[in-house]
């Protein structure tokens, strides 16, 4: 523990943490952006799957329990990500006080700019995802536990909700796509032979998972899927 403990003191045992944490929300992204999809398939098939979530391993552990481990995982994992680049922050002002004097847009990207904007966005989308489509707080529709397909057909019908969670998949898209990049500079295979592979890996993956998050309330606000009855 002591080595553990030693280790998360040093800056790249914080990145380690950051990317690994930042791995973890990235591969939920990616599961959810795939029960998503299932929107298109219609109502019993979306209704379905969620039912198979909360059943997981019911049969020893109770109706739920995995699937409640698990967002509460998700969960550590969130406030991991947070607490440790708030204390690598603090870290890198201590050992480099004074700013060098080079303009930032030849340095860094859009999207690295963007890092602590788009986490603070991403923070307060993510508590109104969970209030919204969890526990139906804050919605101006019909909303009934179990019947997923009925309450984002009913968010994303019409009304500003669903543009309003598209431009959040484009932030979550932008914060994802530097993250995934300092990713693979935490496990040292960047390299100039190789850099441009993995910033065209990193957008190409933040541009699937915007698609694919941005294809189902686009759907149901053009009447491309039809809303529940």
Not at 27 to 35: A, N, P
Not at 103 to 130: D, E, N, Q, W, Y
Request: aromatic residues 14%.
């Amino acid at each position: 523990m002591n080595k553990l403990t030693q280790f998360y003191g040093t800056a790249v045992g914080k990145k380690f943490v950051v990317a690994v944490t930042g791995i973890m929300m990235a591969g939920f992204l990616v599961m959810h952006m795939i029960g998503n999809l299932k929107a298109f398939a219609g109502a019993t098939k979306l209704d379905a799957y969620a039912l198979y979530l909360r059943d997981i391993g019911q049969d020893m552990f109770g109706h739920e329990t995995v699937l409640w481990i698990a967002r509460i995982g998700l969960v550590v994992a969130v406030v991991a990500h947070i607490f440790t680049i708030v204390l690598l922050v603090k870290q890198n002002h201590k050992a480099r006080p004074v700013k060098y004097h080079v303009k930032k847009s030849f340095v860094s990207t859009f999207p690295a700019r963007m890092m602590r904007v788009s986490g603070l966005l991403l923070l307060i989308f993510i508590i109104v995802h969970i209030a919204q489509f969890t526990f139906g707080e804050w919605l101006s529709t019909p909303f009934e536990e179990g019947k997923v397909y009925s309450n984002i057909s009913h968010a994303f019908g019409s009304g500003w909700l669903p543009w309003f969670y598209v431009f959040m998949m484009f932030i979550v898209c932008i914060h994802l796509c530097h993250g995934l990049w300092s990713f693979f500079q935490t496990l040292g295979i960047d390299n100039p032979d190789r850099n441009k592979l993995l910033r065209g890996l990193a957008i190409v993956v933040s541009l699937v998972l915007f698609i694919g998050f941005s294809a189902v309330p686009v759907a149901f606000a053009t009447g491309l899927i039809g809303v529940a009855k």
